[in-house]
């Protein structure tokens, strides 16, 4: 499968469903559960991901277990992967797109490490671990399998979101 924009058009839109699905293909492998995934041009965001049950991160507290920071950890990973998708589908992101995901990734690293170096370090690691997974060949089928279809029906459920990912993601054929 290649990487070739379906489009000029569309090469705008595509991008935004790269970007939601990128955070959707991750969050079904992590185990973050989803009531839907959309793109949208009308309002201040470009897409949204209704989640099942939302991970407050103000709560007190989670930051004392390693089960809590793993989880955490996951969560901030999940937040980057639709900025590391972007990247891979063309030239860098659009940060304007990505302020929330950027909002919350900063508040929850800050609660994991606290010295400067060690915490700007931290979240050089966590975007690694975004791009390495958007890098990954079946990731992206299924990321670029789920965008195709974001762009026909501007919203999935989660359900549907989640035959469409493993669909492509199953599939070895290349053609
Ligand atoms: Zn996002």
Redesign the pocket.
Known sequence: MTDEPIGELEDEEMRDAI??A??AVHALLHGFSFQSVAICHDGP???E?HWSSPWDYHTLGWENTADGRLFAERWMVC?LA??AAETRWGDGFHPW??Q??VTCVEAVSRRIVENPKELHEYRIRLWQMATQFTQDDRNWRGIRALALELVRRKSLSGEDAELVARAAMNDNDES
């Open positions: 970007h939601e990128g955070h965001r470009a897409g991901i937040h639709g900025m797109g990505a929330a995901d």
